[in-house]
């Protein structure tokens, strides 16, 4: 079975500090792979893509950037975190091709201060 | 263009009564439509899919069907229990490697 284990649960930063974010998904080879954005009870927004290692789509721009340097690693980063940038953070994963299903991480739960 | 559209933003009722969340979506293409149910400080959960008109699927008691003709597939349960109380997102599949969510419907229910 498949198993996607996203990092920190849970942060706290300043405004203007970088942030990184990971996931990592076991049990799937070559995955297709994304990052979500979303804020309190709101809906579930794109921010990334990936289908293959090194390549990134970007669907939104948010000042954040996004890297695969593993097939089962995506990273989330920017190197200046804004007030608006607060919310749960979901990697998730589909199998290859489109037009699928995602399956979620547990998320981790940013908060800019 | 491409969406989903989710008219309620909030739902309540008292357990043991029918719901039906409703879903409509706009696309040019053979969709795959999905519902995911996402609990108080959780992920979204994959709850029902479906690519095949007219054929309804069953999951934990919920229900949906595909209707192509009326580009609708809302989300159903005969019989509502507090454990369902939730946010519901309707989705669709993209050939575009996005799954495009809808604004959720905050499903409550009262003891």
């Known amino acids: 079975a498949q198993t996607i284990h996203q990092w920190p649960v849970a942060e706290i930063k300043a405004v203007g500090s970088p942030l990184s974010l990971g996931c990592t998904i076991k049990g799937k080879s070559s995955p297709n792979l994304y990052w979500y954005w979303q804020a309190t009870g709101g809906t579930l927004q794109q921010l990334f893509y990936?289908?293959?290692?090194?390549?990134v789509e970007s669907v939104v721009q948010l000042n954040l950037s996004a890297s695969r340097p593993k097939d089962d690693q995506f990273i989330l980063s920017t190197e200046k975190l804004l007030l608006s940038h607060s919310g749960f953070y979901l990697c998730?994963?589909?199998?290859?091709?489109?037009?699928?299903?995602?399956?979620f991480g547990k998320g981790t739960r940013l908060t800019v201060v | 263009g491409d969406s989903v559209t989710q008219t309620e933003g909030l739902v309540t009722l008292t357990k043991g009564l029918p719901v039906m969340l409703n879903c409509t979506y706009q696309?040019?293409?053979?969709?795959?439509l999905f519902w995911y149910v996402q609990h108080l400080n959780e992920a979204p959960k994959l709850l029902l899919k479906s690519s095949t008109d007219n054929k309804r699927t069953e999951h934990q008691g919920f229900y949906a069907t595909l209707h192509k003709s009326s580009s609708s597939f809302h989300l159903q349960k005969s019989s509502v229990q507090l454990s369902d109380s939730a946010l519901y997102f309707c989705?669709?599949?993209?050939?575009?490697?996005?799954?495009?969510f809808g604004k959720g419907t905050h499903l409550h229910v009262l003891p």
């Open positions: 696309t040019t293409y053979s969709p795959f």
């Open positions: 990936s289908i293959t290692v090194g390549q």
């Open positions: 998730a994963w589909s199998p290859a091709g489109p037009n699928t299903e995602v399956f």
């Open positions: 989705a669709r599949g993209t050939n575009a490697y996005k799954v495009i």
